[in-house]
């Protein structure tokens, strides 16, 4: 699995592969800079049974998110559409080319949407996980379990 790495503040720390069959207690982190940081991770009930990924190996916080990764292709689809949209306004949308632009660009979309990649995310540290297996009590980003994970958090004597 891809790992990318923060610490508790927020700051990221670097990218690294780990293999979670072998469990290795430490993996090497390569930053943007190039630099690299040895990261030292806790395997302790990280893994289910299923081998599942139940919490974070960075921080051993139990409550993970799924999140889509955004793509790149996103923001350019929506500037397309809103142009279309303006076609449409204008009356241009009647132009079987500006229609079969805008279906062409409606169909890449949905295409590039449904084969995005799931990462699983850490409340606690921000840590995601890009090609671990995941266990099916991860749902999505929840607002209140942010708030009280970083109060509990805050509350941590240093």
């Known amino acids: 699995m891809l790992m990318r790495i923060r610490e508790r503040d927020g700051g990221e720390v670097g990218t690294a592969e780990a293999d979670p069959a072998l469990r ?9 800079d190039g630099s690299r940081r ?10 289910d049974d299923a081998g599942c990924l139940r919490k974070c190996v960075r921080c ?4 993970l998110y799924r999140r889509r990764t955004p793509v790149w292709f996103s923001p350019f689809a929506l ?8 076609a449409a ?10 229609l079969g632009a805008l279906v062409a660009l409606v169909l ?18 921000g840590t995601s996980y890009r090609g671990a297996r995941m266990a099916r009590m991860h749902r999505a980003w929840d607002p209140r379990i942010a708030a009280s994970v970083r109060r509990g958090a805050a509350e941590l004597p240093s």
């Open 24 to 32: 290795p207690p430490r993996v090497t982190a390569i930053a943007r």
């Open 38 to 47: 040895e990261v030292f991770l806790d395997w302790e009930r990280a893994l």
């Open 60 to 63: 051993g916080c139990e409550r």
């Open 79 to 86: 500037v397309l559409a809103a142009a279309g949209a303006v």
């Open 89 to 98: 306004v204008m009356g241009h949308s009647s132009d079987p080319w500006v």
């Open 108 to 125: 890449v979309d949905v295409a590039v949407l449904a084969f995005v990649p799931t990462r699983l995310v850490c409340y606690g540290c």
